[in-house]
């Protein structure tokens, strides 16, 4: 007899032949199945019914295996938690290492990456209570592979919301869900590549992630220069052969700065003068401090801008739920590349999102993060205003990062001095296209990555380095 299995929760394997008997055989299998940790400490085992129904022989061999094991110590049998691995039985582990009093080289004890919140504000209690609500009231079809744009009751949601928190001309017929920036931003490079679109225009600083995935579908990626105002997109036309441009309008990352209204105005006229499109990353667009909210660029023109946000910086990078808000023309032509190759995100996350952002909660978590990050943020430039007075801080109106400029050549050395105090940091130089003049250099400061507890030493450690 071989290949049994007993299916108890988890999966049970053994084969309880031999020329000993079926007893001998079966008791043989279980030593084995614990003495090389295939069954852990405290793993419950299938009653002896079920595993003698499963195996095929008599539930008494099966019962006296169990008590024998028992006695050996082996297993342990208790009235109401059922017959389970003794823990006595769990291998002696090797000797732990002492503990190191710093950490190990090449690990960081902060970090002022930018790119991530802090993740230990994420409103757990909140988001369980939405996710209670929403799998009380999932219909049946949520449980079903459904609709490649996502969820009607999210798309529905996020309409109303896009709408009157970021001036996002959106009905739900026009929205994706897809599994965050990255995973849009994949889909439009298929879609492009399918309407035969050779080249997408980036910024001279953004996401090297970003542009290795339009390369990697096969678009060519000219840049477009940038100053105090933003992105020169009145460049634009002297693109040939270029089918889109990808821009981050509300605070242009990493440098910070919100596109001024005259060339968000000039790559609206490029996108209709040429039929190109604009791909507009609001990645941040929730957080501002010192100025008014700055709309998104996709309210001047619905059809020739297709909208990107995450829940990435609003509530955490791990949920990968993203959308997009495309034009009318384009939304059949996504949604079946989506469809063709994932059905990702679940639903259920979906409809947690739903809940969470109807109920209000997610407004709420929005204005105290920001509340919290502009702290955090004053906190930076008082420091350093006070102790090196010499750095220069920019794009700090919004968002969850700061840019510190430093003097010639003192990128590089900044970062070695900041790897000595264990301190991670990144410079501009991370963020610059390959065919961007390297007129700056800086430090790109997350101050929205460190936890609570983390902010004051990572601050410290980065006054060390600069002072």
Request: proline residues 7%.
């Amino acid at each position: 007899m071989t290949d049994n299995w007993a299916t108890f929760g988890a999966d049970l394997h053994i084969d309880p032949t031999g020329s000993t008997g079926l007893r001998a055989g079966l008791m043989d299998a279980l030593r084995e199945a614990v003495r090389t940790g295939r069954l852990a400490p405290g793993t419950r085992l299938p009653s002896s019914r079920t595993l003698a129904a499963d195996l095929g022989i008599a539930r008494n061999t099966v019962a006296d295996a169990y008590a024998e094991l028992v006695a050996e110590g082996w297993l342990t049998a208790r009235q109401g938690s059922g017959t389970r691995v003794a823990r006595r039985a769990e291998p002696r582990p090797p000797a732990a290492a002492a503990p190191r009093t710093r950490p190990p080289r090449g690990t960081p004890a902060y970090s002022l990456k930018p790119g991530t919140p802090d993740l230990a504000t994420f409103p757990r209690a909140e988001w369980m209570k939405a996710a209670r609500r929403a799998l009380s009231a999932a219909p049946n079809d949520a449980f079903g592979y459904g609709d490649p744009r996502g969820r009607i009751e999210l798309r529905t949601v996020l309409a109303e919301y896009l709408a009157r928190a970021r001036g996002v001309y959106a009905d739900p017929d026009r929205i994706i869900v897809c599994s965050g920036f990255v995973h849009g931003l994949m889909l439009l490079g298929k879609v492009l590549r399918r309407r035969r679109v050779r080249e997408v225009a980036v910024e001279s600083y953004c996401l090297g992630i970003h542009t290795r995935l339009l390369t990697e579908a096969g678009l060519r990626i000219p840049c477009l220069p940038l100053d105090e105002h933003g992105t020169l997109t009145g460049e634009l036309h002297t693109l040939r052969h270029a089918g889109a441009v990808l821009l981050t309008p509300a605070h242009q990352f990493p440098t910070g700065v919100p596109l001024h209204p005259d060339r968000r105005a000039a790559a609206v006229d490029w996108a209709r003068s040429t039929g190109g499109l604009i791909l507009e990353d609001d990645y941040d667009g929730e957080f501002r401090y010192d100025r008014q909210p700055v709309g998104a660029l996709q309210g001047l023109d619905p059809e020739r801008v297709v909208y990107l946000g995450t829940a990435s910086k609003s509530l955490a990078p791990g949920l990968r739920l993203g959308w997009m808000v495309v034009p009318r023309a384009l939304a059949a032509e996504i949604a079946e590349a989506k469809g063709a190759s994932d059905w990702a995100p679940g639903a259920l996350d979906q409809l947690t999102l739903a809940e969470f952002m109807a109920s209000g909660a997610y407004d709420r978590h929005v204005r105290s993060m920001r509340l919290r990050y502009r702290n955090r943020r004053d906190q930076l430039v008082a420091a350093l205003a006070e102790r090196a007075p010499h750095i220069r801080v920019s794009g700090i109106a919004a968002g969850l990062h700061a840019v510190l400029e430093l003097p010639e050549g003192g990128e590089a050395e900044v970062i070695r001095a900041a790897a000595w105090q264990g301190l991670a940091v990144e410079g501009l130089a991370w963020y610059r296209h390959p065919d961007a003049d390297p007129e700056r250099e800086a430090l790109v400061i997350g101050y929205g990555t460190p936890t609570d507890s983390a902010w004051t030493g990572a601050l410290e450690a980065l006054l060390r380095v600069l002072t």
